[in-house]
């Protein structure tokens, strides 16, 4: 996100760094903001609690149909299945509340910080059409960013604890299984960068071409 500052000579300030800016996210309402991820680390254990679980249950299964297991243990272990899996299912929908709240008011406050910076800015700077661009590039941030900043803490907090918590399952079961899901992984986040580059660029080119749109409807 690109921040506005007011300046002597006009011009805007567009250093603030994205992380300044998730800290002022934060900031807004720390206890609401934590809960949310603090939730999504919970969903993340049970997701993988799940997983381990319903192995045992078929694991069992397989063992009782054959004479080797009884019935009382797969009974036993689909009551843990069941519980993680309510226990994910709450969890995640405690988070998704706290994010759905607190999307609403992140995006009321820093739109309202940006229209105040905005507000200070002399009118001759905007007419000059590179000027309306950093403007519009920065109106488009501030409606966005939450949005990335609920991907990139999904990441951090729901994702990676999830993978971490699988891979070490099946490097417990075999190592060769938990080689193969980074062999899986891998080329699979480096498309996803090679994506967000692209996409970084297709909206830049999108605002230039609007913008010589409209300047040509003015001629």
Known sequence: ?????????????????????????????????????VFSIIDAI????????????????????????????????LIYLMVFAILSEVSSGISEYFGEYYHDITLKTVLKNLNLKISKISPNYFNVPEN?????????GAKSVRGLLNII?????????????IELYLIYLSPLLGI??????????ISQIIKRNIMKKLKKHMLLCEEKRKHIQLI
Request: proline letters at 3%.
């Open 180 to 189: 193969s899901i980074l062999l899986i992984f891998i080329p699979t986040l």
């Open 153 to 165: 803490m999904d990441i951090l907090f729901l994702y990676i604890p999830y993978y971490i918590f």
């Open 46 to 77: 049970s997701l993988g609690m799940v997983t381990v679980q319903m192995q045992k249950v078929f694991d069992n299964a397989i063992n009782y149909f054959n004479n080797n297991g009884e019935y009382k243990i797969i009974l036993i272990n």
């Open 1 to 37: 996100m690109k921040c506005l500052k007011n300046k002597e000579d006009g011009m805007v300030n567009n250093t603030t760094k994205l992380f300044d800016v998730f800290i002022d996210i934060a900031k807004i309402s720390p206890i609401r903001f934590s809960l949310q991820y």
């Open 132 to 140: 309306r661009n950093m403007i519009n590039s920065a109106i488009i």
